[in-house]
T-cell receptor
Framework: GAVVSQHPSRVICKSGTSVKIECRSLDFQATTMFWYRQFPKQSLMLMATSNEGSKATYEQGVEKDKFLINHASLTLSTLTVTSAHPEDSSFYICSARDRGQGSPLHFGNGTRLTVT | QKEVEQNSGPLSVPEGAIASLNCTYS??????FFWYRQYSGKSPELIMFIYSNGDKEDGRFTAQLNKASQYVSLLIRDSQPSDSATYLC?????????????FGQGTTLQVKP
């Protein structure tokens, strides 16, 4: 299956700083990537759809100025959490759609963000 | 009504038994359905997908889809302790294969040795 690499896997930052998370498709070109967030004991919540060469599409309630998404190439999408606050602490997971049958999503390993 | 609903569990089954996980959805236009497994602290991994009514088997896993009743299930035969995880049901909204995936809250499965 498709391989999606996400980095870093874990980050601790101070309140008010910004954190960048990278998501790469390693063996295929991904025109679209999806960013999810998961709080403890909860399911994945779609934050935004990242489109190569155009603006991301954000889900309702997700602040686009706080969660900056850049998808500058067919293999790389980045999510920047700006001016992070403790309530932004969560598990952030990127995914890309397989172009094969069924077009399932394949997920990166996730980034555990802790804001102190 | 949530778009995708699952019983959070935990569902506890003895080793070797069949585990049955269920999911209902609200969007009648959805055509693609997915089951993911998520171990604690890890990201989800795809188990299988289904888009036709009926059963689809892959090893010890069988996905069942009933579009008229709007439910999809996952059967795990010969359950093993290593199957203990949270199982996420996901649907792709709409009929296009480019639609976004919406996840249920997941069902925690515990397989007891």
């Amino acid at each position: 299956g498709a391989v999606v690499s996400q980095h870093p896997s874990r980050v601790i930052c101070k309140s008010g700083t910004s954190v960048k998370i990278e998501c790469r498709s390693l063996d295929f070109q991904a025109t679209t990537m999806f960013w999810y967030r998961q709080f403890p004991k909860q399911s994945l919540m779609l934050m935004a759809t990242s489109n190569e060469g155009s603006k991301a599409t954000y889900e309702q309630g997700v602040e686009k100025d706080k969660f900056l998404i850049n998808h500058a190439s067919l293999t790389l999408s980045t999510l920047t959490v700006t001016s992070a606050h403790p309530e932004d602490s969560s598990f952030y997971i990127c995914s890309a759609r397989d172009r094969g049958q069924g077009s399932p999503l394949h997920f990166g390993n996730g980034t555990r963000l802790t804001v102190t | 009504q949530k778009e995708v609903e699952q019983n959070s569990g935990p569902l506890s089954v003895p080793e070797g038994a069949i585990a049955s996980l269920n999911c209902t959805y609200s969007d009648r236009g959805s055509q693609s359905f997915f089951w993911y497994r998520q171990y604690s602290g890890k990201s989800p991994e795809l188990i299988m997908f289904i888009y036709s009514n009926g059963d689809k088997e892959d090893g010890r896993f069988t996905a069942q889809l009933n579009k008229a009743s709007q439910y999809v299930s996952l059967l795990i035969r010969d359950s093993q302790p290593s199957d203990s995880a949270t199982y996420l049901c996901a649907i792709r909204l709409g009929s296009s294969n480019t639609g976004k995936l919406i996840f249920g809250q997941g069902t925690t499965l515990q397989v007891k040795p």
